[in-house]
T-cell receptor, first 107, second 113 residues
């Protein structure tokens, strides 16, 4: 089983829509989680950390479900600039990345 | 404030050759990690350097080796290149041994022919 598995997508949504996707992780002892964003042929950039209580950063909401070992990301009021690949990351003294979920926001 | 820098940007090598990639961490960071990202995949952890020693290693063969210098910069060396080594090689730095957020450099795109 892979350490981190994600919805592969692609998710193709209109501007203004809400899009949500999940990832699951295999190590129940994992403590630290992140979402990174990666644009085509660019480096990953930190989008947000994921806290146990869930957290929001503007239009982005991250949730952590430890019992089911999954993390979710929700994007509200999608913008064209949100088009990217979103990488789910678990930090177990090394970063383990999912393969990414591709989101395309269309006008 | 300079972010993480990597050189070269692109590199083309042939099978069997050796390659050295370089990374300078973000100012104030002392820990450097290296990742390999194949097309369509997420980055895979290669190894991490802190205090000039390899601290953690992923599932990569000994052909992959590295070094960290006193100024915290780092090199990744790959010997006996294989076609499958073609990938984007990413360097990430953090302020502390796996205790802080990692910031990525722009990567080196290696093509092995």
């Amino acid at each position: 089983r892979k350490e981190v598995e994600q919805d592969p997508g692609p998710f193709n949504v209109p501007e203004g829509a809400t899009v949500a996707f999940n990832c699951t992780y295999s190590n129940s002892a994992s403590q630290s989680f992140f979402w990174y964003r990666q644009d085509c042929r660019k480096e990953p950039k930190l989008l947000m950390s994921v806290y146990s209580s869930g957290n929001e950063d503007g239009r982005f909401t991250a949730q952590l479900n430890r019992a089911s070992q999954y993390i979710s990301l929700l994007i509200r009021d999608s913008k064209l600039s949100d088009s990217a690949t979103y990488l789910c990351v678990v930090n177990d003294y090394k970063l383990s990345f999912g393969a990414g979920t591709t989101v395309t926001v269309r006008a | 404030d300079a972010g993480v820098t990597q050189s070269p940007t692109h590199l083309i090598k042939t099978r069997g050759q050796q390659v050295t990639l370089r990374c300078s961490p973000k100012s104030g960071h002392d820990t450097v990690s290296w990742y390999q990202q194949a097309l369509g995949q997420g980055p895979q952890f290669i190894f991490q350097y802190y205090e000039e020693e390899e601290r953690q290693r992923g599932n990569f063969p000994d052909r992959f080796s590295g070094h960290q210098f006193p100024n915290y910069s780092s090199e990744l060396n790959v010997n006996a290149l294989l076609l499958g080594d073609s990938a984007l090689y990413l360097c990430a730095s953090s302020a502390g041994f796996m205790r802080d957020t990692q910031y990525f450099g722009p990567g080196t795109r290696l093509t092995v022919l």
